[in-house]
């Protein structure tokens, strides 16, 4: 069980909540924000749309690597510096990319949307950075609200369509130089260095690259907290920690979630489009939100939830060890149920589709799936997190792997799939994949798998 050196007040944690969530966001977002802009692209860079579509492959491809590097940095040489590093580099490659020549720079993006993916560790980083803060009571719930970002490949198509219209595909690059920029400030400004072995020790904490630029959030020592372990400034392989079962069948689950949301989002436009001839580009747009809304909504209330059930289900003194077992099944609540519901709905939905049933039908299980996914991302991360204590921002770059990796798998292949199999066969294969999660899940939570 992770335990607290520093106690932070109710209001410094949220703060660090916002700026945290503020700057995670960016991680998801910056990998298909210019969908809508790609015809655009493809005509300014004289290319095919497969050619410009490259760029989200690569870009996935390095994001998918690239945490498992900056975060064992972030577990070992703190989590400030490394936030600041990967915003200030994303800004850069934002302008970079911003002022790339046409025709002839195609190489050129595709270089620097690889540069720009180095830089989308924030999630993972973040991730560890609330792990320092949070008591096992509560992390769920805040971490709920971190997680609000991972609602961004829904929602970032439709916002950059509307930017794209005015300011053309370039706009989308400089909103996203800006907006990293103004969080990159705040995080200079307000963010305090949180990993234990840096904070309680005087010496390493105060060094400038730890400390803010406005010193507004100032935590008290902890009670009874033992004294931290000694910075280390080796690289840690994040590897290691798959030899736990646990860990390695929660990384597997997750994995399944991310097959069943690329092949949700990124059919949309192709089926909508085909089986509701009526809509708009824009409306088309607009169904993306009921997915990645109902994942906002659900960011809070999940959290909440689960927050509530780890204080019904694990009863201990402050300071004792929880057996995990226990802890797993409290993490895990209704996850099982919940992801039974999204596989049972995610198995007529291609038919629904397919078939031309009225729009609010497909609609309706859109909303479902964003709930659902919601619900399962936040259990399994919080349990990751409680699995590998002190090393937070090192599970969540393994997770962001398991995770990309499906990811690139999907985005690949998801489109041949449903030419090959139809609709309502692709969507009853993805359906049996989240069955296997749920297996996956239920073993987890069985218990038989942990010592104390």
């Known amino acids: 069980m992770r335990t607290t050196i520093l106690r932070y007040t109710t209001t410094q944690k949220w703060l660090i909540v916002v700026l945290t969530s503020a700057a995670g966001v960016f991680s998801p977002l910056s990998a298909n924000i210019y969908f809508p802009a790609i015809p655009a692209m493809t005509h300014a860079f004289q290319n095919s749309i497969q050619a410009v579509n490259l760029s989200v492959t690569a870009y996935v491809i390095v994001q998918s690597v690239a945490p498992v590097f900056w975060g064992p940095l972030a577990d070992s040489y703190g989590r400030r ?21 046409t025709p002839g720079g195609f190489w050129l993006l595709i270089l ?41 490949p829904a929602i970032g198509p439709a916002l950059s369509g509307v930017i ?24 200079l400004l307000l963010l305090p260095e949180t990993l234990p072995s840096i904070t309680g020790d005087p010496q390493q904490g105060s060094k400038l690259m730890y400390r803010p630029f406005l010193p507004l959030i100032i935590p008290k020592l902890a009670p009874n907290s033992s004294p931290p372990s000694p910075l280390s ?23 399944t979630l991310m097959a069943a949301f690329y092949a949700i989002t ?13 809509l708009s580009t824009a409306e088309v747009g607009y169904c993306f939100l009921v997915f990645g809304g109902t994942m906002v909504v659900g960011t809070r209330l999940v959290g909440w939830l689960l927050d509530t059930e780890f204080k019904k289900n694990v009863q201990s003194e402050e300071g004792s060890l929880v057996e995990m077992g226990i802890l797993a099944r409290a993490r895990l609540a209704w996850s099982l149920p919940v992801l039974s519901i999204f596989a049972m709905c995610c198995a007529p939905y291609g038919w629904v589709i397919d078939q031309g049933v009225h729009l609010a039908v497909p609609l309706v299980l859109l909303a479902i ?31 962001n792997l398991a995770r990309c990796i499906t990811g ?38 069985a218990g038989g798998l942990f010592g104390t």
């Not at 400034?233 to 990384?251: G, W």
């Not at 399994?380 to 997190?385: E, F, G, S």
Request: hydrophobic residues 60%; neutral net charge.
């Open 81 to 101: 510096p490394c936030m600041i590093a990967c915003l200030a580099l994303l800004s850069v490659s934002c302008v970079a990319i911003a002022l790339v020549p």
């Open 112 to 152: 620097l949307r690889c540069i720009q993916a180095c830089s989308a560790s924030t999630y993972p980083i973040g991730a560890g950075l609330l792990a320092d803060i949070t008591e096992p009571h509560e992390s769920a719930g805040m971490l709920g609200l971190f997680t609000i970002g991972q609602a961004a």
């Open 164 to 187: 794209a219209e005015a300011f053309g595909w370039r706009g989308i690059f400089w909103a996203l130089a800006l907006a990293s920029a103004i969080v990159l400030l705040f995080v």
């Open 233 to 255: 400034k080796s690289f840690s392989n994040p590897f290691i920690l798959v030899r736990s079962k646990p860990i390695t069948l929660l990384l597997l689950t997750n994995g």
């Open 266 to 278: 990124e059919t949309i436009t192709p089926l909508y489009k085909a089986a509701y001839p009526f």
């Open 369 to 399: 799936f964003g709930f659902a996914f919601i619900w399962l991302l936040i259990a399994t991360q919080t349990l990751l997190v409680d699995l590998a204590p002190g090393q937070g921002s090192s599970i969540t770059a393994l997770n």
């Open 408 to 445: 690139v798998i999907f985005v690949s292949v998801i489109q041949l799939v449903v030419d090959a199999l139809g609709s309502g066969w692709t969507f009853v294969m993805v359906s049996g994949i989240l069955a296997m999660g749920g297996v996956m899940i239920w073993v987890v939570w």
